[in-house]
């Protein structure tokens, strides 16, 4: 089972509810290694964000990926590294302070 470089996933980070950026398909049966994910401010002013790891696994909790809302200064941005191993169907979610923040998550798919 090869693992797949890739572009996962793009948008605008939501502002009104916790929503899911990326969640491992269905497809990639190995899983997946997120090696970072990038936010940018694209506002002229700071905003709020936070970011969570959802295993479905288990039944195991919701866990924080950073601290609780991250200020990202106006037109600044915010890289997530080490990388997160992730199995099928779990998600990345996020949410801001208002609309402002794009992101864009990068890794490997093993299918």
Request: without cysteine; aromatic residues 4%; glycine residues 10%.
């Amino acid at each position: 089972m090869p693992f797949t470089l890739k572009l996962l996933a793009t948008g605008v980070v939501n502002h009104t509810a916790q929503t899911v950026i990326y969640t491992v398909p269905a497809g990639a049966t190995g899983g997946a290694i997120v090696s970072n994910v990038r936010f940018v401010n694209t506002t002229g002013s700071a905003l709020t964000l936070n970011l969570s790891y959802n295993p479905v696994a288990g039944g195991a909790a919701t866990v924080r990926l950073l601290e609780l809302n991250k200020s990202i200064p106006a037109g600044d941005l915010v890289v997530l590294k080490p990388e997160i191993t992730m199995a099928t169907g779990d998600t990345l979610e996020a949410i801001a302070s208002a609309t402002g923040i794009d992101f864009v998550v990068s890794g490997m798919e093993r299918s």
